[in-house]
């Protein structure tokens, strides 16, 4: 008996932090407070996409262990996509498609989504509303 409350103890004690841990993670989600800019991986470990989250404007960055001549961020694009709307953080949110270069960037209040692609070459590098 002393052996089955001892477990039982022992699983209340560490349940407790782990539930309380949880809930503040929830609560952060939840939060009408949502950032300026965002990173989002890609499936590349050196290449982020930093989105400003009001304006739809997004770079590609490139982190390094190595060298810091092999960090860079360069734009994707620079063209405010909010303007004559509501300027409101979390406007807008990037969502990974299944191929690694693509996302979809989509406006969180009106719906309109574009494609952006990301690319080591300026070239590949592109952002296209989808109609």
Same mark, same amino acid.
């Given at each position: 008996?002393?052996?089955?409350?001892s477990t039982l103890?022992?699983?209340?004690?560490?349940?407790v932090p782990l539930?309380?841990?949880?809930?503040?993670?929830?609560?952060?989600?939840?939060?009408?407070?949502? *950032?300026?800019?965002?990173?989002? *991986?890609?499936?590349?470990?050196?290449?982020?996409?930093?989105?400003?989250?009001?304006?739809?404007?997004?770079?590609?960055?490139?982190?390094? /262990?190595?060298?810091?001549?092999?960090?860079?961020?360069?734009?994707?694009?620079?063209? +405010? /996509?909010?303007?004559?709307?509501?300027?409101? +953080?979390?406007?807008?949110?990037?969502? *990974?498609?299944? +191929?690694?270069?693509?996302?979809?960037?989509?406006?969180?209040?009106?719906?309109?989504?574009?494609?952006?692609?990301w690319s080591h070459?300026?070239? +590949?590098?592109?952002?296209?509303?989808?109609?």
């Amino acid at each position: 008996m002393r052996k089955l409350i001892s477990t039982l103890l022992f699983f209340v004690i560490v349940s407790v932090p782990l539930f309380a841990q949880n809930t503040a993670t929830e609560e952060n989600v939840d939060s009408d407070e949502s *950032p300026v800019y965002q990173l989002y *991986p890609t499936q590349n470990m050196w290449t982020f996409l930093k989105l400003d989250t009001q304006t739809g404007r997004i770079w590609q960055v490139q982190w390094s /262990l190595d060298d810091a001549s092999d960090m860079f961020q360069t734009s994707l694009s620079i063209e +405010n /996509l909010a303007i004559g709307k509501e300027k409101k +953080n979390g406007r807008f949110k990037l969502v *990974p498609t299944t +191929n690694m270069y693509n996302f979809l960037l989509l406006d969180q209040i009106d719906g309109e989504v574009w494609q952006v692609q990301w690319s080591h070459e300026s070239k +590949n590098r592109l952002v296209i509303k989808i109609e």
